[in-house]
T-cell receptor, first 113, second 114 residues
Framework: KQEVTQIPAALSVPEGENLVLNCSFT??????LQWFRQDPGKGLTSLLL?????REQTSGRLNASLDKSSGRSTLYIAASQPGDSATYLC????????????FGQGTELSVKP | DGGITQSPKYLFRKEGQNVTLSCEQN?????MYWYRQDPGQGLRLIYY???????QKGDIAEGYSVSREKKESFPLTVTSAQKNPTAFYLC?????????????FGQGTRLTVV
């Protein structure tokens, strides 16, 4: 059974710092991994999708990497801003699972001015 | 604008009452999903549908029912059999069969039992 873990559960950094969020999964037989952002009381916003054949994806100040063999992904945020404060979730889609996403518990990020 | 619309944003249910949460998408996506989010427990899958007129139970389907009569609509009914329905409910969709494409989410419905 696929399990997804995100560490740390919460992170507080000063504005301008570069930071890394971690995501690990137990079964490497995945189609893809997706990173989301969730603001309090809101839905999920897709940030990056990495297919299993890819090593990384970039969007603006965000860079996500995938090491399928070791079951790890990282989300790198450069030059963090207070507006980056949110909960970040990763989710994987495994083979033979009907396309359902398996989520980690999320990392709550706070960027202090 | 293309996207997923969930309504209502807030919903209050009395004990023993059934309520229906709406999810509509105009993305022409085949696959649609319902998730439940509770504090400290992440997102858990309730039901999903990969094609019209077909759907499957997720990990926590007891006390819930769905229908998929139209491609763009996937309503979720929370029945009186669901003993702890207070939660944040999220609907999602994906293009095609849904396995290797990007998932998009609605803004959620917060259900509270009163």
């Amino acid at each position: 059974k696929q399990e997804v873990t995100q560490i740390p559960a919460a992170l507080s950094v000063p504005e301008g710092e570069n930071l890394v969020l971690n995501c690990s999964f137990t079964d490497s037989a995945i189609y893809n991994l997706q990173w989301f952002r969730q603001d309090p009381g809101k839905g999920l916003t897709s940030l990056l999708l990495i297919q299993s054949s890819q090593r990384e994806q970039t969007s603006g100040r965000l860079n996500a990497s995938l090491d399928k063999s070791s079951g790890r992904s990282t989300l790198y945020i450069a030059a963090s801003q207070p507006g980056d404060s949110a909960t970040y979730l990763c989710a994987v889609t495994s083979y033979n699972q009907g396309g359902k996403l398996i989520f980690g518990q999320g990392t709550e990020l706070s960027v202090k001015p | 604008d293309g996207g997923i619309t969930q309504s209502p944003k807030y919903l209050f249910r009395k004990e023993g009452q059934n309520v229906t949460l709406s999810c509509e998408q105009n993305l022409n996506h085949d696959a649609m999903y319902w998730y439940r989010q509770d504090p400290g427990q992440g997102l858990r899958l309730i039901y999903y549908s990969q094609i019209v007129n077909d759907f499957q139970k997720g990990d926590i389907a007891e006390g819930y029912s769905v229908s998929r009569e139209k491609k763009e609509s996937f309503p979720l009914t929370v029945t009186s059999a669901q003993k702890n329905p207070t939660a944040f409910y999220l609907c999602a969709s994906r293009r095609g069969g849904g396995a290797n494409t990007e998932a998009f989410f609605g803004q959620g419905t917060r259900l509270t039992v009163v």
